[in-house]
């Protein structure tokens, strides 16, 4: 990707990665590859905002040298530590050994542990300002959105905010801006960036949304670091992480399974069909065969989960224990959840899965549902029954 000016000498120098399949340690998959952003601002001062993935180092360097000589570069704003963000920071030092770093204290920490550079950095905190000649850059500290050290950088004359990790997408698009590329898959990207990586902070990204509008800034465009910029309508995708962050639901149902030898998931079938007759959209996944990302991006605006899982050795079966774990950490609020399974000689699996999603603080609503062996035609009216009066309990 070359460098494309997106405003009036504001150039996006960042790199596209067409074939990433996997991001944050395998825990996410980004089927439609992503971007690393950085975004050149040339003034009578010259500034960079981000760097890329180490491995794309050379391609940013040249894309900046499209636009000016690297060694022009007086300022390198540092939002966020993470190596997607900063790995060509040492590449991109040795052309311009002057340039000041800017971020907060705990990226100056975190940037000196990765890399040991012996770097001018300037800590700034929220509401410092750096003037660069026409344009000035000034700073919002966003702890937890998504790492400790995370900031946003906001340029008031042409009201661009730079969020980082917010508001993004993992998506590899020649295209640039929102309204250029498919909407449908553009909101699906973003959903299940927000859904996988920033669930769990819904609170705290809703004090920084409401600390931005106490502000009174103006937002004309979003330039994230990941994915395409928002330049015709960045209150889409404001209000969508509102909306999220708020826990707000549909009447929907994710069912998550996992079976051993075919019981587990003749009861997963039976229940969303008495799901889907009491008139609410059903999901069916089985674990073992899904991608769990996107069983994730649907549980984000359902309001009701059921996990089923058959017993092996008196607890639930590993890939669905692995899926559980992560529910947990997402901390969903406001859902109703319910579980279900079949085994042999003893149970367990049931009682398991209720046991780790109660640490988590789910609102467990129905008593579980367990079955021995094959369910036979009365148990299987037993499932249908239990998917139907579940569905009832949605709002």
Not at 222 to 227: D, K, L
Not at 321 to 348: C, D, T
């Amino acid at each position: 990707m070359s460098a494309i000016k997106i405003l009036p000498g504001i150039y996006s120098v960042g790199v596209l990665d067409w074939g990433v399949r996997n991001f944050h340690g395998h825990t996410y998959t980004t089927q439609r590859g992503s971007s690393y952003n950085s975004y050149l601002i040339v003034d009578e001062k010259i500034a960079l905002v981000d760097t890329v993935l180490g491995s794309f180092a050379q391609e940013l360097i040249e894309n900046i040298k499209e636009v000016v000589s690297p060694d022009k570069i007086d300022y390198i704003i540092a939002n966020h530590v993470e190596t997607d963000h900063s790995g060509a920071l040492p590449s991109l030092m040795q052309l311009c050994p002057k340039a000041k770093i800017l971020g907060t204290a705990k990226c100056k920490d975190g940037l000196y542990k990765h890399y040991y550079g012996d770097w001018d950095f300037q800590v700034v905190k929220t509401g410092d300002k750096l003037k660069l000649g026409k344009r000035t850059l000034s700073f919002v500290e966003a702890p937890m959105i998504h790492w400790p050290d995370s900031m946003f950088t906001y340029c008031p004359e042409d009201a661009l905010l730079m969020p980082n990790d917010a508001f993004g997408q993992h998506y590899a698009s020649s295209e640039r801006f929102d309204d250029q590329v498919d909407q449908c898959s553009l909101m699906e990207e973003a959903e299940k960036y927000y859904a996988n990586i920033l669930w769990p902070l819904g609170s705290v990204i809703l004090k920084k949304i409401e600390q931005l509008q106490s502000l009174g800034i103006p937002i004309k465009m979003i330039a994230p670091s990941h994915g395409v910029i928002w330049r015709s309508e960045p209150a889409k995708i404001i209000n969508s992480y509102i909306s999220w962050a708020k826990g707000q639901t549909e009447k929907k149902i994710v069912i998550a399974y996992e079976t051993m030898w075919g019981a587990t998931e003749k009861m997963a079938r039976k229940i969303s069909e008495g799901a889907s007759a009491a008139g609410v959209e059903v999901k069916l996944y089985n674990v073992a065969e899904t991608d769990r990302t996107e069983i994730i991006t649907r549980m984000l605006t359902a309001q009701g989960f059921l996990f089923g899982s058959s017993t092996h050795d008196n607890d639930m079966l590993p890939n669905i224990a692995a899926f559980l774990e992560i529910v947990k950490g997402l901390k969903p609020k406001g859902r109703q959840v319910g579980f279900f399974g079949s085994y042999g000689w003893a149970g367990g699996a049931v009682k398991e899965m209720q046991e780790t999603l109660k640490d988590g603080g789910a609102d467990i609503s129905v008593a579980g549902l367990s079955i021995k062996y094959v369910p036979d035609k009365e148990e299987l009216k037993a499932c249908f029954e239990f998917g139907n009066q579940f569905a009832k309990l949605l709002r």
